[in-house]
């Protein structure tokens, strides 16, 4: 039986806990008597409940996000019912800011904040030894890679082959984006590449071809990214893929030249560009240059093989529809795989708070606190948004309709798109657990009233990309226009 349980619920079972690795590797001595339970928010709390108090553990070691902080308090105060004596210790984004107004953090016997990596171990020694620290919130240091132990050996065959793994070259975030928790991460810390590169290759020699870095500015240094870029370049074989967030306006002509070289399929450059309104940006502390983000984008789509996933933001303090739509069709002209539109949320320890006053913020007080309103943009419209980024994901970025989203989307993108939304939404009733086939049916019934539509070649696109899916039937509602 195990002495302690490190546990977390991840946003789906494809997910793997890279926090919790790295605890468990850095436990020392206490590593043989600790392992490692994964669950995802899917599962029922009971269920998961069960499986930790079988282990039988002394101590629980507990990771808190964004997407799973209500289930976790639900978990934390039904096993503190059941057995009062297990010691729980959470730690996470969630709990280490603001948390002396968390409910989780009362029922929980402690709480680190920051990077726990070293800590957690220190304060496993002592609670086993028999000592009880007073302070219940104890404060982290951010550790330094010289004295961390990397967790690449913990994970296994499964996870190699059947989930998403991560891995880190730096931690930390030099800039000061008011939205964002990594701008708290100070400062930046990088592994050394000799060590770094040889725990690659040992994922590499144990057959891992899918490797999803986590460095939120992994382009910072231009050495170092280079010179990892160069270590996969030299070691290129089917099946391998490499995703990346990159700083938009930062990529030197030494760094395109690797990228550049690249096949198709093998990097995705995950590009947070979040507005294109300097006075926007300036508000909320992002230094950009919006003319280098579009040389860049444009660079990157024109000449390389690299899959770019574009973010946005809506709901940013002072930042209204027309605004947010410009900034949208701005990214769609530089043709971007993908954009993906996120709601602004009001994460824990973000300074964006300075800003409700003045722009009249307005948030979902549960995870994952998103903005409701703002005095740039009412609820209704904030409705809207919402359901225009979920549709656009079921359309644009799910793949599934190249030949009919071109048709969608003539003259204004954005204008084009919400109007599609909201035909959607009136058509569907809603934008979750939409069936391919609705989808497709609610598109052409939409498309089909437009002036000028062609219904014969509207259904056409629609059935190609219907069988471009991979299908061999066809919808019935086409039948009677092919």
Same mark, same amino acid.
């Given at each position: ?21 790295y ?13 490692i ?15 930790i108090?079988?282990?039988g ?7 808190? $996000? ?16 059941? &057995?009062?004596?297990? #010691? ?15 409910e ?6 402690y ?41 690449y050996?913990? $994970? ?9 793994? $991560?891995? /880190?070259?730096?931690?930390? !975030?030099?800039?000061? !984006? /008011?939205?964002?928790l ?9 592994v ?13 020699? &144990? ?10 500015t ?23 893929f ?5 700083i +938009? ?7 395109? /030249? ?7 399929g093998?990097?995705?450059? /995950?590009?947070g ?17 919006p ?12 000449? #390389?093989?690299?899959h ?25 002209r ?13 994460? &824990?320890? #973000? ?8 722009c009249?913020?307005? $948030?979902?007080?549960?995870? +994952? ?9 009412? *609820? ?7 359901? *225009? ?7 644009a ?40 086939t ?36 066809e ?8």
């Amino acid at each position: 039986m195990p002495t302690i349980v490190l546990a977390t619920l991840n946003a789906r079972w494809a997910h793997c806990a890279f926090g919790l690795r790295y605890l468990q590797a850095n436990l020392g001595t206490l590593a043989d008597e600790s392992t490692i339970l994964e669950f995802d928010i899917n599962q029922r709390t009971l269920d998961i409940m069960e499986a930790i108090l079988a282990r039988g553990p002394r101590i629980l070691g507990l990771g808190v $996000y964004v997407w799973n902080a209500a289930p976790c308090l639900q978990l934390v105060a039904e096993l503190k019912r059941l &057995r009062p004596e297990l #010691t729980i210790i959470l730690g996470g984004p969630e709990v280490s800011y603001e948390s002396d107004l968390q409910e989780i953090t009362r029922l929980a016997d402690y709480t680190i904040s920051g990077e726990a990596d070293l800590e957690f171990a220190h304060l496993c020694r002592r609670l086993l030894a028999g000592e009880r620290p007073l302070l219940r919130t104890i404060a982290a240091e951010p550790p330094e890679f010289a004295d961390l132990k990397l967790p690449y050996d913990l $994970y296994d065959p499964r996870d190699l082959t059947q989930r998403t793994v $991560y891995v /880190e070259a730096s931690r930390g !975030c030099p800039f000061s !984006c /008011e939205f964002c928790l990594s701008s708290l991460e100070i400062p930046v810390r990088a592994v050394p590449l000799e060590r770094f590169l040889p725990a690659m290759q040992g994922l590499l020699d &144990r057959g891992l071809r899918r490797f999803k870095f986590v460095d939120r500015t992994f382009n910072l240094s231009l050495a170092t990214s280079r010179a990892i870029l160069a270590f996969f370049l030299e070691r290129l074989e089917p099946g391998l893929f490499l995703h990346f967030e990159m700083i +938009p306006d930062r990529l030197p002509e030494p760094l395109r /030249e690797v990228i550049a070289r690249f096949p198709p399929g093998t990097v995705q450059l /995950e590009v947070g560009v979040q507005t294109f309104n300097p006075a926007v940006a300036q508000r909320i502390s992002r230094r950009q240059d919006p003319r280098k983000v579009e040389e860049n984008l444009a660079w990157l789509r024109q000449r #390389t093989h690299v899959h770019v996933h574009a973010d946005l933001i809506a709901g940013l303090p002072g930042e209204d529809v027309a605004s947010f739509a410009a900034g949208f069709d701005r990214l769609w002209r530089l043709g971007p795989q993908e954009i993906q539109i996120e709601l602004l949320k009001r994460l &824990r320890g #973000t300074p964006i708070i300075r800003h409700d006053a003045a722009c009249g913020m307005v $948030y979902s007080p549960q995870p +994952p606190y998103e903005v409701l309103q703002t005095a740039a943009i009412d *609820f209704q419209t904030m409705q809207r948004l919402r359901r *225009f980024a979920r549709y656009w994901d079921l359309v644009a970025n799910s793949g599934n309709f190249p030949g009919t989203l071109p048709l969608i989307l003539e003259a204004s993108p954005f204008a084009r798109f919400m109007e599609l939304s909201d035909g959607l939404h009136q058509h569907l009733g809603r934008s979750h657990g939409v069936a391919l086939t609705a989808l497709m049916q609610g598109l052409f019934e939409h498309l089909a009233q437009r002036p000028g539509a062609e219904q014969p070649a509207l259904a056409r696109a629609l059935s190609a990309d219907y069988h471009h899916t991979g299908r061999s039937d066809e919808p019935p509602f086409l039948r009677a226009y092919l």
